[in-house]
T-cell receptor, first 112, second 113 residues
Framework: DAMVIQNPRYQVTQFGKPVTLSCSQTLNHNVMYWYQQKSSQAPKLLFHYYDKDFNNEADTPDNFQSRRPNTSFCFLDIRSPGLGDTAMYLC???????????FGSGTRLTVV | GNSVTQMEGPVTLSEEAFLTINCTYTATGYPSLFWYVQYPGEGLQLLLKATKADDKGSNKGFEATYRKETTSFHLEKGSVQVSDSAVYFCALRIIQGAQKLVFGQGTRLTINP
């Protein structure tokens, strides 16, 4: 089945140690999004790619970066994770900027 | 700006009870409206949507009607099951200008047998 796959499902990293989260899609969608969801809160958009065009939200910390080497893959890099970055990270795709979203199952990141 | 307000949770009901989760919105343009569901430890799944006024979205026994006059999109189900226990998010998206999906704060629903 076509889908959005996130790896790993669970990630524990040390304070300050760089970490990369992965998202892949078989839907051939043009747009890929990264959301951060802290405990008991709504998902918050960090950034998105429309094809190779990167769009950063104004309040996304500089600590967070993203790469999209091809249509299928998108990575979230956290350069120096802090304790406050502990959260669920959700990847989503849409065919275009008007299309519906398909979410992955998320990566739960714990910074210790 | 664009925002979504959901009824405060958590909500606890008995099996077969009637469910309503309130959702109201403010929007600078003409939004599409969505309900997403998140089961424990999982990502978000689209439950239903409506793209214009008076549209009714429905899925798995859940329904919501897009009410432009009251800027609301309340989620209802006539008889809930234990398997409906999850967090429910109301969301909107302004299509003009390709704006992002904006979520409400979520409502945690627990159904007891």
């Amino acid at each position: 089945d076509a889908m959005v796959i996130q790896n790993p499902r669970y990630q524990v990293t040390q304070f300050g140690k760089p970490v990369t989260l992965s998202c892949s899609q078989t839907l051939n969608h043009n747009v890929m999004y990264w959301y951060q969801q802290k405990s008991s809160q709504a998902p918050k958009l960090l950034f998105h790619y429309y094809d190779k065009d990167f769009n950063n939200e104004a309040d996304t910390p500089d600590n967070f970066q993203s790469r999209r080497p091809n249509t299928s893959f998108c990575f979230l890099d956290i350069r120096s994770p802090g304790l406050g970055d502990t959260a669920m990270y959700l990847c989503a795709t849409s065919r275009d900027r008007q299309g519906g979203y398909t979410f992955g199952s998320g990566t739960r990141l714990t910074v210790v | 700006g664009n925002s979504v307000t959901q009824m405060e949770g958590p909500v606890t009901l008995s099996e077969e009870a009637f469910l309503t989760i309130n959702c109201t919105y403010t929007a600078t343009g003409y939004p599409s409206l969505f309900w997403y569901v998140q089961y424990p430890g999982e990502g978000l799944q689209l439950l239903l949507k409506a793209t214009k006024a008076d549209d009714k979205g429905s899925n798995k026994g859940f329904e919501a009607t897009y009410r432009k006059e009251t800027t609301s999109f309340h989620l209802e189900k006539g008889s809930v099951q234990v398997s409906d226990s999850a967090v429910y998010f109301c969301a909107l998206r302004i299509i003009q200008g390709a704006q992002k999906l904006v979520f409400g704060q979520g409502t945690r629903l627990t159904i007891n047998p």
